[in-house]
């Protein structure tokens, strides 16, 4: 099974309960299994490098990577960065409106601006299509 590790700041990981949920649901479709880092790992402030390391190791053993950045978040930037440099592909998500990433975006394979849950399944479950 293919495995899709999903950059998301941890801090805004609640608010997005429905988006993660649809694609969790596209992908295993297409099995694949979306992996979100910060639901399976909990490090305390001091443990930065542990964790850097582990979402490395996680990155690489991914076949891609989807940054949800409709909240700008550094960490999942310097993910995206990373999974850009090893030669994974890298999907930008972000929810209408919100701002605009130039550094993810040039790091991206696809980029898919949506509206809302449905219109988000729509897009990704064309993208997989393709």
């Known amino acids: 099974m ?9 801090s805004n990981r ?15 479709k297409e099995h694949c299994e979306l992996f979100v880092f910060v639901d399976h790992y909990h490090f305390q402030p001091h443990e930065e490098k ?4 582990t979402a490395f190791q996680e990155i690489d053993s991914s076949d891609v990577f989807i940054a949800e950045l409709t909240t700008k978040a550094i960490g999942v930037g310097i993910e995206v960065g ?45 993208f997989m299509k393709i």
């Open 2 to 10: 293919k495995k899709a590790y999903l950059g998301i700041s941890f």
């Open 82 to 126: 990373y999974a850009f440099a090893k030669g994974i592909p890298v999907i930008y998500i972000r929810k209408k409106g919100s701002d605009y990433s130039t550094t993810v975006s040039g790091c991206a394979d696809q980029v898919l601006v949506y509206e809302d849950v449905t219109d988000l399944k729509d897009k990704l479950s064309m």
């Open 14 to 28: 609640k608010k997005f309960d429905k988006e993660i949920e649809t694609l969790r649901s596209i992908l295993q």
């Open 50 to 53: 542990e964790m850097m390391a």
